[in-house]
């Protein structure tokens, strides 16, 4: 069975006024993830990367429902004990490839399903999307539903503490692989990914590990510092950012400009995302705050 290597992106936005063309999906804060349904569950992340392993609750749900042959598109999350997404939840989860049982336990994650691409032998990325979130619901995997363009679900996703909604235009297709302006996510909190280019040592409690990390962007100059990051972790995710970019280190700054204080500086090679309440004219961001790392996302796909 023929599958795509990588789903389809939405690009950021706002709302469109054509509103009456979309329907509207919440949108999950978690990873994107391919359930591959052959002989078997198999589960795949962008680039192709094998999830299978890592998230064997995804096998275990999609074999529930009897579907023989089909590729499903939809989000992996962990629920926190009010049933709402929590980012900080799927860390612990998202760098280990053979969970023990006891962590499977403790932070169980959940799939979402939204888009079906692949069905009994027919490819479906040309039809429109409202006809696969139509053969989707009749799959009855438990897909959450989606709703009409002129709803008030974003207001609604704000009132849960929900990041937001991505909105889908409903004659279009799928293009595995693309950011397409078909699909627009409003996030009712500003985040993005950042580079990690060093940190800089704390002091008082956090002396001896990191106080903060080094955000960039790569821009057409390379590698662009952005600001430091210094709240929203906790002292054991600290502790493990310092083993994680100890390796990392390198003698001069990855950034094309210059940087405030003494920093150690890394390899930029890992990805985070920080919430954060500005993005200023001079490419700063105003007050950001600790997400968590983004080990889905690439280095180079992280651009103003």
């Known amino acids: ?21 979309y329907g509207l999906e919440v949108k999950w804060d978690g990873i994107r993830a391919l ?7 198999r589960v795949t ?36 004990p009010k049933g709402r997404p929590s980012f900080i939840r799927l860390q612990h989860r998202m760098h280990l490839t053979d969970p023990e049982p006891a962590m499977l336990k403790r932070y169980p994650v959940t799939y979402m399903p939204f888009d079906l691409l692949y069905l009994d032998g027919m490819p479906l990325f040309d039809l429109p999307y409202s006809d696969r979130r139509a053969l989707l619901d009749e799959l009855d995997v ?53 580079v990690i280019g060093g940190w800089k040592p704390g002091k008082g409690r956090r002396s001896g590990g990191i106080g903060s990390l080094v955000m960039g962007v790569f821009t057409d100059a390379g590698l662009t510092y952005v ?43 890992l990805v985070g995302e920080v919430a ?11 007050h950001p705050v600790w997400r968590g790392l983004r080990p889905d996302k690439l280095p180079s796909e992280v651009t103003p």
């Open 1 to 21: 069975m023929p599958y795509p290597v990588e789903p389809m992106l939405a690009v950021p936005g706002e709302l469109p006024l054509d509103r009456d063309m």
């Open 45 to 80: 992340g962008r680039h192709g990367v094998e999830y299978t392993r890592r998230y064997p609750e995804i096998s275990e749900f999609m074999s529930r429902f009897g579907v023989k042959h089909a590729i499903i598109d939809g989000e992996v999350v962990a629920l926190d």
């Open 142 to 194: 438990g897909a959450p539903p989606y709703f009409p363009g002129d709803s008030d679900l974003l207001s609604a996703t704000y009132e849960q503490g929900l990041e937001g909604v991505v909105a889908k235009r409903l004659d279009t297709p799928y293009r595995p692989g693309t950011r397409s302006p078909w699909w627009v996510k409003v996030k009712n909190l500003s985040t993005r990914e950042v």
């Open 227 to 269: 600001g430091h990051v210094g709240t929203g972790f906790t002292d054991a995710v600290l502790d493990d950012l310092h083993e994680t970019l100890r390796p990392l280190e390198v003698a001069r700054s990855p950034f094309c400009n210059e940087v405030p204080w003494r920093n150690r500086w890394v390899r930029p090679d």
């Open 35 to 41: 359930a591959h349904i052959e002989d078997g569950v």
């Open 276 to 286: 954060y309440t500005m993005w200023t004219d001079e490419q700063r961001l105003r």
